[in-house]
């Protein structure tokens, strides 16, 4: 009786033996076979041209439908974060443009043809840009007043004025959009002073220049008393 259990006992670990050393075996044949380089012995192709036990093919497929749903996954999530970061990064573009309004929102300037003591300015043979060289305010930086050109810093509407004085010459002053001419001052004084205005409200791009150019073969004249300027405001963003 004794013998008998033994012998069943040792069969029974002698098949669990063999059904754990088939799963390893089956593993090493696997981690050897995802190897381009790795060459197969025919003991290998015999083992791997063995039928697999039904537990083991069981998990085999187990594995293989949890890889599978594994994946389907991660491209999901890969699809999410990708559609998070854009709408991040169009959040973070929304937010920025925000910013600059709320810091350009006030935009004046106001300036003046001569900085100290009289001048004439022209006349010229071709349109000539006037740089108004006497900075009374300039409320946001937008004023260049190196080049006489005003840079809107924000989208949105902008009014302009400007006024020219001639001394018994003839003075006119064109206000230029980038490099579309808006208005024009006209003055024609035969003798003594007389000045000239005009003004023009304008939608502007983040961008766009806003400069006078004094009109071909005419004058532009200012003395201390500052007759000739020219100014502009930002009214409102958009």
């Known amino acids: ?45 015999k083992e791997i041209q063995q039928p697999l036990p039904q537990d083991i093919r069981d998990l085999l497929k187990e594995l293989a439908a949890s890889v599978a749903q594994q994946k389907v996954e991660i491209t999901f ?28 929102k006030q935009v004046a300037f106001t300036v003046s043809l001569s900085a100290e003591g009289e001048i004439t300015v022209g006349p010229f043979d071709t349109l000539s840009t006037l740089i108004f060289k006497h900075v009374v305010t300039n409320i946001g930086n937008a004023y260049n007043q190196n080049t006489g050109m005003f840079t809107a810093p924000v989208r949105g509407a ?43 409200t304008l939608l502007l791009e983040a961008g766009d220049t806003v400069f006078l150019q004094l009109w071909p073969q005419t004058k532009m004249y200012d003395n201390r008393h500052h007759h000739t300027t020219f100014s502009g405001r930002l009214l409102f963003t958009m």
């Open 1 to 45: 009786m004794k013998v008998t259990q033994v012998c069943r006992r040792h069969s029974s670990t002698e098949k669990t033996y063999n059904v754990t050393m088939k799963i390893t075996v089956f593993l090493l044949l696997l981690l050897v076979c995802s190897d381009s380089t790795a060459q197969t012995t025919p003991e290998a192709d």
């Open 77 to 104: 999530l890969k699809i999410e974060n990708q559609a998070q970061e854009a709408k991040l990064e169009k959040q973070e573009t929304e937010i920025t443009k925000l910013k600059q309004q709320v810091e350009v």
């Open 158 to 200: 902008y009014h302009f004025e400007w006024y020219i004085g001639a001394h018994g010459f003839v003075t006119a002053a064109v206000l230029v959009k980038n490099t579309e001419q808006i208005f024009l001052a006209y003055e024609q004084q035969s003798s003594g002073y007389g000045t000239s205005s005009s003004g023009a």
